[in-house]
Structure formats: structure tokens, C-alpha cells
């Protein structure tokens, strides 16, 4: 896809850098190096100022996927975390949050694309930082879930599989039965009817317990969700509780500066009187 050398308006420059830069992070599969970021500006003629301006804007960019992030609007939380790296590609805290919607729309979809996305940008979290935890706690959060998904998909295939076999099975062995031991029509019937209804019975088993799996499901992401929103609440706390400290801290300092001051001439007179 071409673009225009230089762009009619700054607006639209913007916009074309952060397709440039979102398409050489996805097709080179690493963060864009500094040089390469100045060369799309350049190319594109955004100035620095330019650049500044936008790189404030993306945190505001930040500031509103944190609130879709929190109403689970994973796509618009996705659209603004991509604007905003695009200026600050090695922000980390951006790039968790990208990562936790990501995993959110997994849950919701589970979308092999997503999936991918996660590793990719984990990949990123670690290329930043070798040893960056969160990132490899989002990983080990998507294996968990993928496994348990698996574990679900192949119990219900196999619970699927037991109805429709013991279904056949049933049929077939009240056919012969009847064959064997009687031909009137109206027992046949009967038994036909009551098998239907067995069978019937039993998908309205299927549905049920696929239901409540569903349920289940729903209420771990509910627990999940707490559980981070328990953890946001609990960095802030002892944000507080570090400032309070400071507070304490620089309070202590302001009141025995004075003291120490006054002690000095204390102790002068002393040397003064006893060498009189």
C-alpha cells in the first residue's frame, strides 16, 4: 500500500504514522528501533513538536482504555492501546494493559488471532525488560486458560459422544427385542415414542450441563476481574501509604533542623565559661 510522501494536514500524518509504525511492529514482530521511528517521521514530516504533542495525546489514549478495560470493551480498549504505543512503543504499562485486553476478548471469543497477539506482545514486554514478571504471568494466565478451555471442549464432545451411543445402542437393542418377541404394531409404536423421548431427555441433559459449564465460566471471569480490580485498589493504598511516609519523613527533618542549630551556641558558652 503506498502513502503520500507529505501529507495535506498534521492530523493526517499522525494518523499514517501510527499505521506505519502498528505495520512494522506486526511484520518485523519486534518494537520499532528509535532510528526507524524517525525515519517514518521524517518521511511523513512530523516535526518534533509534532511528535511531543502526540506522544501527551497518548497518554490520554492510555487513560481511556484503562476505563474500556474496566467496562470490558476490549475493541475500544484495543484501538486506543495501539495509538498510544505507537508513540511510546517501549512503555511497558501500556503494553500490559494491551496484553490484559487481549486476554479478555480471548475469553470471550477465543480467537487464535488474539492468542497470538498475547505472545507476540509479551514477546515485546521481554525484549523491554528480560526479567519483566507481569508479562510472563499474562503468559502463564493464557496457557492456564487454554488448557482448561481444551479440558471443557473435549468433555463435552466426549459426554456428547456416551448420549449418542447409548442412544443408538438402546434403539437397536429394542428393535431386535421386538423383532425376537413380538410384531404388534402398537407395542412397536409404544416403544419407539418412549425411546424418542429418552433421547430427547437426555440432550435436555446436555443443554443443561452445558449450560452450567457456561455459568462457571462466566462467574471465574467475574473472579478474575475482582481479583484485579483487588490488586489496583491495594497499589494504590500503598502508593498512599509511601506518600504518607515521605510526609512523615520530611516533617521529621523540618522539625529538628532548628534544634540542632540552637544547640551550637549552647556550646560555645560552655567552652567560653570554663576556659575563664
Not at 484495543?78 to 512503543?89: G, V
Not at 493504598?237 to 529538628?256: A, D, G, M, V, W
Not at 533542623?257 to 544547640?263: A, G, I, L
Request: a negative charge; aromatic letters at 6%; glycine letters at 4%.
Amino acid at each position: 500500500m503506498t502513502e503520500p510522501k507529505n501529507p495535506s494536514n498534521p492530523h493526517q500524518a499522525i494518523e499514517l504514522y501510527i499505521q506505519r509504525v502498528t505495520e512494522l511492529s506486526q511484520l518485523g514482530q519486534k518494537i520499532p528501533t528509535n532510528e526507524e521511528l524517525l525515519i517514518i517521521a521524517s518521511e511523513l514530516g512530523i516535526t518534533d513538536q509534532e511528535i511531543a504533542s502526540a506522544q501527551k495525546q497518548s497518554q490520554a489514549h492510555f487513560i481511556r482504555a484503562k476505563g474500556y478495560v474496566t467496562l470490558s470493551h476490549w475493541d475500544d480498549a484495543i484501538a486506543e492501546l495501539q495509538e498510544a504505543l505507537a508513540f511510546n512503543p517501549f512503555n511497558l504499562p501500556m503494553l500490559h494493559l494491551l496484553i490484559n485486553a487481549y486476554l479478555g476478548r480471548w475469553k470471550k471469543t477465543h480467537n487464535k488471532q488474539d492468542e497470538d497477539q498475547i505472545n507476540f506482545r509479551v514477546k515485546q514486554c521481554l525484549e523491554i525488560q528480560p526479567d519483566d514478571q507481569e508479562s510472563l504471568k499474562l503468559l502463564a494466565q493464557l496457557d492456564q486458560l487454554i488448557n482448561n478451555y481444551k479440558y471443557q471442549i473435549w468433555g463435552i464432545s466426549a459426554f456428547s459422544l456416551i448420549l449418542i451411543g447409548s442412544g443408538i445402542g438402546f434403539f437397536f437393542l429394542n428393535n431386535i427385542s421386538i423383532n425376537l418377541f413380538t410384531q404388534n404394531n402398537q407395542k412397536l409404536e409404544i416403544m419407539k415414542n418412549e425411546l424418542v423421548n429418552e433421547i430427547q431427555g437426555l440432550k435436555n441433559e446436555q443443554i443443561i450441563l452445558s449450560e452450567q459449564l457456561s455459568e462457571k465460566i462466566k462467574h471465574q471471569e467475574e473472579v478474575d476481574k475482582d481479583y484485579q480490580l483487588q490488586i489496583e485498589i491495594l497499589k494504590n493504598e500503598i502508593n498512599k501509604l509511601n506518600q504518607q511516609h515521605q510526609e512523615l519523613i520530611n516533617k521529621f527533618n523540618t522539625q529538628n533542623k532548628p534544634n540542632s542549630e540552637n544547640k551550637s551556641p549552647q556550646t560555645n558558652n560552655k567552652t567560653q565559661t570554663k576556659s575563664l
